[in-house]
């Protein structure tokens, strides 16, 4: 009988190994055209005036019937970083490119990532002279539906694009409401997403405009040292972080602990709410930020962490939101320790009465409600906005979008709410 | 019924007839089993009660991991000596699942036992407690095989491969609803059950599954979308009863 124990013992074995999903990036540096001295690049006005709507009349089998085009910049003292990403309406599929021009044709280089699987590759696109790029690169470029065809390839893998894909401009994006919030989670995505940079990092909020993300969402803990950081567990653990030898609540660490010993999985130092906005204020032009407290002590240092950073905003001449993200009672109870807490721009994930109580700005029910056109009514009418978190099924982004009021979305998949906001008539 | 179902269908029968010579009808009276692909050649039905247990990858389920055992009941009702219909309800009460299949059984010698079967399975969840005005439903199809041995220790060790199909789906939250019906590929889970008596004249039931697919019912109201293959791994503990 004894022998047959190690069956059982065989299976334990097997299920304590864990299925490791990875997206290997391909390498986008390998374009000969792209990388000629002789490419110059874009010109101001022709970045905003390629934004708008495509449709695909090659490529749509993988990426569907349209894209969303749209530019995003970040910087780093006078040195600043275009992107273009192409957002599309199928498998939460988009590309993130740079752009030069080349005897007179522009040239975007990059890759291409489907966010349901673990699918990339290179894309090399071409606008021509001929099919856009002279109106583009000329003085004042007048788009109308048809002046612009981007053509080009895409690849599987690190494999040359082979693959042939064409779009071609029909209409501006969409812009209502204006003031419409595609707030990415964690700062832009899960580490379960495999994106390239780490959630709760410095580098995601660096790269989540590329995801056509307009604000983000941070979780807020203090260090034993009381440095308020970025972690969203309640424990160190290999979901968030390399293997350092420390476990537990992070609250058990100094900062000095963790920034010498501890890693996010992509090897970043886990960032203080400081170096973050830092990053978002003088980097970026993302226009929100909501700070998700993970802890239940006094709110008061992130309060006044909060007011430095929209008055520092406000000096360069940002529009900044920031708001400080109430998830439970005992956050809720801790804000109305603040003075004057009805001042306070708050996020309310509570319900609606709740968010009277303390005059939140906004309003943040679950996406599990539903769109709840009434209430959301009832809150515009009250002067709040009403954000919708975390939606992550492309079927319920598409539908709450269509059918509902929010003023604002919370996602994993900024790119999905980016197409469906963009593409919205 | 489609002609190959009707084919399968006769080719199993042919075995019926051919494969009496193999029966070992005092193996009833030592052995009861549920995974074990041992025809029912005396009683009209046996059934088991249990738990199972199910572990979710900690990298997308993150801290909300389902640690709540989910009850398992098998009812088994014989048709002849090599056909039985297996019935089950899993139910953890917020989410539960209904399943029900043919299945053929074929004692190969008196140690080896084959079985061949396809369950239809139905789900549905029911989540309306604090933010969450959620509901979701769903039918899945599932051919089976599995092979088994039966030691001169009298421990009945069975292999199970299990292929799942999504055939509809359909979920609502709150005034937001979507549904699919298009059929997809779901899946495979390979189970080693091990069966033996246990404790007064009861036998037990040790079921560890390898769950690889793209949708498992009890994660739905995770809502999570995905093209990747979850890798779950799955105790099942039962009394036969």
Redesign the interface.
């Known amino acids: 009988m004894k022998k047959y124990f190690i069956i059982p013992v065989f299976f334990c074995l097997f299920f304590s190994c864990q299925k490791k999903y990875e997206v290997v990036m391909p390498d986008t540096a390998t374009w000969s055209m792209f990388n000629d001295p002789a490419a110059l690049p874009l010109t101001p006005a022709s970045r905003p005036a390629m934004e708008g709507v495509y449709t695909l009349s090659k490529g749509n089998d993988i990426f569907g019937d349209q894209a969303a085009i749209k530019w995003s910049h970040t910087s780093k003292g006078s040195d600043t970083t275009y992107h273009v990403s192409g957002f599309f309406g199928k498998d939460i599929a988009y590309f993130i490119c740079e752009g030069k021009q080349l005897n007179g044709s522009i040239l975007l280089n990059g890759y291409w990532r489907k966010m349901v699987s673990t699918e990339t590759g290179i894309v090399h696109l071409t606008i021509s002279a001929a099919n856009g790029a002279a109106l583009l690169l000329g003085p004042g470029p007048v788009i109308t539906p048809g002046s612009i065809v981007i053509d080009g390839f895409f690849g599987t893998g690190s494999e040359n694009p082979g693959t042939p894909i064409t779009l071609s401009y029909i209409r501006k994006l969409n812009n209502s409401p204006a003031s419409f919030q595609i707030a990415a989670h964690r700062s832009g995505g899960r580490t379960s997403d495999l994106l390239p940079v780490s959630e709760n990092s410095v580098a995601m909020i660096l790269k989540t405009p590329e995801f056509g993300s307009t604000g983000v969402e941070v979780d807020v803990r203090f260090t034993k040292d009381g440095v308020p950081i970025l972690y969203h567990d309640n424990t160190l653990n290999l979901r968030e972080v390399q293997k350092s030898g420390l476990v537990g609540p992070i609250e058990d660490y100094t900062y000095d602990q963790l920034s010498t010993f501890v890693r996010l999985v992509h090897g970043e130092k886990i960032p203080t709410l400081r170096e973050a906005l830092d990053a978002v204020v003088y980097q970026t032009q993302l226009q929100f930020v909501w700070l998700d407290t993970k802890y239940t002590s006094s709110i008061a240092p992130i309060h006044a962490m909060q007011l430095e950073y929209i008055q520092k905003a406000a000096a360069i001449g940002r529009k900044l939101d920031i708001v400080i993200g109430l998830p439970g009672k005992d956050q809720f109870n801790q804000f109305l320790n603040l003075a004057d807490y009805k001042n306070v721009p708050s996020l309310c994930e509570l319900g609606a009465n709740e968010s009277d109580q303390i005059n939140a700005k906004i309003w943040a029910p679950r996406f599990t409600e539903g769109t709840q056109n009434e209430l959301v009514a009832d809150e515009h009418t009250k002067g709040r906005k009403v954000y919708v978190w975390t939606v992550d099924e492309p079927a319920f982004i598409t539908s709450f979008i269509n059918d509902g009021h929010f003023d604002g979305m919370l996602s994993n998949f900024p790119s999905c709410v980016a197409y469906n906001y963009y593409v919205h008539q | 019924m489609p002609r190959f179902a009707r084919t399968v269908i006769f080719t199993l029968l042919c075995f019926d007839l051919f494969s009496a010579a193999a029966q070992d009808t005092s193996f009833y009276a030592k052995h009861a089993a549920i995974l074990f692909p041992y025809p029912m050649y005396r009683e009209k039905w046996r059934s088991s009660l249990g738990l199972t247990l199910l ?1 979710t ?4 389920t ?2 909300v991991r389902l640690r709540i055992p989910c009850g398992d009941f098998r009812l088994l009702r014989r048709i002849n000596d090599h056909f039985i219909i297996d019935n089950r309800v899993m139910f953890q009460f917020l989410q539960n699942h209904l399943s029900t299949g043919l299945h053929f059984m074929l004692p190969v010698n008196k140690h080896i036992y084959f079985s061949a079967g396809d369950d239809i399975g139905y789900w549905f969840g029911y ?1 309306k407690i604090s ?4 509901q979701g439903s769903g039918w899945l199809n599932y051919p089976n095989v599995a092979l088994g041995y039966k ?1 001169k ?1 009298n ?1 009945l ?1 069975s292999l199970r491969a299990q292929v799942s199909f999504n055939l509809y789906y359909k979920a ?5 609803k ?1 549904s699919s019906s298009t059929s997809y590929y779901n899946g495979e889970t390979f189970t ?1 059950g ?1 069966e033996q008596p246990f404790y007064n004249k009861r036998h037990l039931t ?1 079921g ?1 599954s ?1 769950i690889n697919n793209y949708f498992y019912w009890q994660t739905w109201s995770l ?6 293959k ?2 779950y ?1 799955q105790i099942t503990v039962a009394l036969i009863l």
Do not use: C, M, V
């Open positions: 572990t990858p900690q990298d997308i993150e801290e989540l933010g969450f005005n959620s030691t220790n421990l060790i609502a939250n709150g005034d937001n979507l080693i091990l040790l560890l390898a809502f999570y979308k995905t093209n990747r979850i890798f791994p």
